[in-house]
């Protein structure tokens, strides 16, 4: 948000940078993801794209640290579908090693580095996590390896347990029959992150970014807060489109934002079919691969000029995988 439209309606930061807004459902997920990485299961957390998650799991992984009850070890790596078993064995290796993190030393010879990683969890005295974020892109080789690495550790008495964070579309691969040997170990939570408190969620958004003595009702109409609510689902989406209102108010000269505002700002194309698939987690190459199709076919369903009968074919496949659609 530029700096002129903040000090016109006495806003004194942007909407982004607000930070975290814990709701009852969160701190609730916060406790029993806690609870129950500490007892050696394969547990994924799924929500949609801008829904909070990473807001969440820094929480869980403050949480976690705080208890001093539990080892963390999370993948920093930023291109998960190149992600795989022995590069999350290294994350583990970084993270349970104490001291120096640039003198650790990891065997290239496999046999060796389990049998060291398994000493160095036994080591440990603790039960360890392994955290792994935008789990969605993750191959599903490597998703099947996470059975191997918490036997590896089982076999040491060790309690490992994997927490997995990604979109509603790793939940739905991990329920694929050919998925039954990891996905029947797995522990899921759903996180809506605003869900049933939007309105709630706007009104402390703006408070909290503006000026003591300034109310949300002092900048922004409440029909046009009650339409936010109504029309979006994640903070990732109201943030946006508050900064848009504000940016939008702030061009024509108003001293607070209202419903028509609003109503021009608003996204039409929001709740079409490729945004609703790509807040699930499923984008054209995910779709090409789930519907075994070809990308021009991907290409013309998105675009809503496949023949009919295909698309129906389409649409009752991403029923049966369970995508909103």
Not at 163 to 188: A, C, F, S, V, W
Not at 237 to 261: C, D, W
């Amino acid at each position: 948000m530029l700096a002129d439209v903040q000090a016109h309606f006495g806003l004194t930061r942007p909407f982004h940078q607000v930070g975290n807004y814990e709701t009852e459902h969160q701190r609730t997920l916060v406790r029993e993801v806690c609870a129950v990485v500490q007892t050696g299961r394969l547990v994924v957390i799924a929500g949609l794209v801008g829904s909070g998650k990473t807001h969440l799991l820094t929480r869980i992984e403050e949480e976690l640290t705080h208890s001093g009850k539990i080892a963390v070890a999370k993948s920093l790596a930023i291109d998960k579908r190149r992600t795989s078993l022995p590069s999350l064995i290294e994350a583990m290796f970084y993270d349970l090693t104490p001291g120096d993190r640039s003198k650790v030393k990891i065997p290239k010879q496999p046999e060796r580095r389990e049998c060291e990683l398994r000493d160095l969890m036994r080591k440990n005295k603790h039960p360890v996590v392994l955290i792994v974020d935008e789990a969605h892109e993750l191959h599903h080789k490597t998703l099947t390896g996470f059975k191997r690495l918490m036997e590896l550790a089982a076999g040491a008495g060790v309690i490992l347990s994997v927490l997995l964070i990604g979109h509603p579309k790793l939940r739905n691969d991990l329920r694929r029959p050919q998925m039954e040997e990891i996905g029947y170990r797995t522990t899921t939570f759903e996180f809506d992150g605003v869900s049933g408190h939007r309105r709630e969620f706007i009104g402390w958004l703006v408070k909290t970014c503006a000026r003591d003595g300034i109310k949300p009702a002092d900048i922004m109409d409440v029909d046009a807060i009650e339409l936010l609510a109504e029309r979006l689902r994640t903070a990732l989406q109201i943030e946006m489109h508050l900064t848009l209102a504000f940016e939008h108010a702030f061009r024509l000269g108003e001293k607070r934002v209202s419903v028509e505002i609003v109503e021009q700002v608003l996204s039409r194309a929001i709740d079409e079919l490729e945004p609703t698939l790509t807040r699930n987690g499923y984008d054209a190459p995910a779709l090409t691969m789930l519907l075994n199709a070809k990308p021009a076919e991907v290409r013309d369903f998105l675009a809503g000029t496949l023949a009919a009968d295909r698309a129906r074919e389409f649409t009752e496949q991403l029923r049966v995988a369970g995508v909103p659609v």
